[in-house]
Nanobody, 119 residues
Framework: QVYLVESGGGLVQAGGSLRLSCAAS????????MGWFRRAPGKEREFVAA???????AYYADSVKGRFTISRDDANTVSLQMNNLKPEDTAVYFC?????????????WGQGTQVTVSS
């Protein structure tokens, strides 16, 4: 059984920072792309950031470029550093592995962690 477990969500004021982490277990993802998606209240899930299997290439949604940084700590761990957070970043954030064309979805998902940014 594959599990992706997110941590690091919480409540922060606008302009603040949070760091999300995701630990995968059940198989190795050393040859897989990993990333983060989010779902805001009343909206569909959207792509946030992705990193390729060797950690050398990262991709970001336009809305988070320059503020968020994705990193690959090892084959089964990925993190998302979020700086200068805005109220519109409020969402449930999902870790994902085995991505579909980097931004379109994934074969494996975490349960999600809530990020709330107050104005």
């Amino acid at each position: 059984q594959v599990y992706l477990v997110e941590s690091g969500g919480g409540l922060v004021q606008a302009g603040g920072s949070l760091r999300l982490s995701c630990a995968a277990s059940g198989r190795t993802f050393g040859a897989s792309d990993m990333g983060w998606f989010r779902r805001a209240p009343g909206k569909e899930r959207e792509f946030v950031a992705a990193i390729n299997w060797n950690g050398l290439n990262a991709y970001y949604a336009d809305s988070v470029k320059g503020r968020f940084t994705i990193s690959r700590d090892d084959a089964n761990t990925v993190s998302l550093q979020m700086n200068n957070l805005k109220p519109e970043d409020t969402a449930v954030y999902f870790c994902a592995a085995d991505l579909h064309y980097m931004t379109r979805g994934a074969n494996y998902w975490g349960q999600g962690t809530q990020v709330t940014v107050s104005s």
